[in-house]
């Protein structure tokens, strides 16, 4: 609704948030058309602003002449000051994990197609693997990519995948085999994958879940067995450990304060 009284308006700005904000609750997008009449505007009036939101990235053309939302936003909104925060309070958590697994860990966001890690620990001895903060991992032949799609609502886990095909296209369908493995993931509760990049790695992944129990980050051990007598954890005592530490975390986003998820429906 337009301020009458406000002085500072920007019609330009406001037209694109005007888009921005319709395109947000809107399945499928919207023609130029069908934009214009839910705005109550004419046609000719938001071509040149769809074709800058394209071009930057904030909506693409999807089934030919329709506009969709993009994942830009979400992806941006990683970044800003709530992955900041679960950043800073994973931290402490983090390197008590790395202290009771003798493992090195890190925490993994999705951004606009990947993901990507924003904080790491070392392992507390000699011998561990880490990745650089800032690295972007592959989103299916990873622990964290996997718990990042498995724990996500089938509407989101299809516009993820279409956002990491980098085309522009319409979401596609999740192979049958990807899905039976989430399933499995979600049942019980993280994942257990041998590390597609490191011989003898084996990636132990949980989630971080939001009020609504859709994974906001990803926790992962990428578990090295130790042979030159140090002593460390078992694969399923770093497992429970890492499990303990995200069922902490996802406490600290909220999780279970509204008491149904869609993972367990």
Known sequence: MTDTNDRYRAPALDKGLDILELLAGIEGGLTQAEIAKALGRS??????????????????????????LTLKMFGMAQFHAPTRRLASLATPLLRDL?????QANQLVVFDRGNAVVIAQQEAPGYWGISI???SHINL?????GNVLLAFSSPERRLAMVAE????????????????????????RGYEVKPSAQTVGVTNL???????????IAAVT?????????????SPEEATKALVETTAELSRFAGYGAEGETFASE
Not at 98 to 102: G, I, K, M, N, S
Not at 140 to 144: A, E, I, K, P, W
Not at 175 to 187: K, N
Not at 205 to 215: D, F
């Open 98 to 102: 790395a202290e009771r697994t003798r």
């Open 132 to 134: 650089r903060v800032g």
């Open 43 to 68: 046609p000719n009036e938001f071509y040149r602003m769809l074709e800058r939101l394209a071009r930057r990235g904030y909506v693409a053309r999807v089934e030919g002449d329709r506009y969709a």
């Open 221 to 233: 051990i990428p578990y090295l067995p130790l042979v030159d007598g140090e002593a460390a954890p």
């Open 140 to 144: 299916f032949d990873t622990g964290s």
């Open 205 to 215: 992944s949980a989630p971080v879940l939001s009020p609504s129990g859709e994974a």
């Open 164 to 187: 990491n095909s980098d085309t522009g296209a319409p979401a596609r369908a999740i192979p049958a085999e990807l899905e039976a493995r989430f399933e499995i993931v979600r049942g």
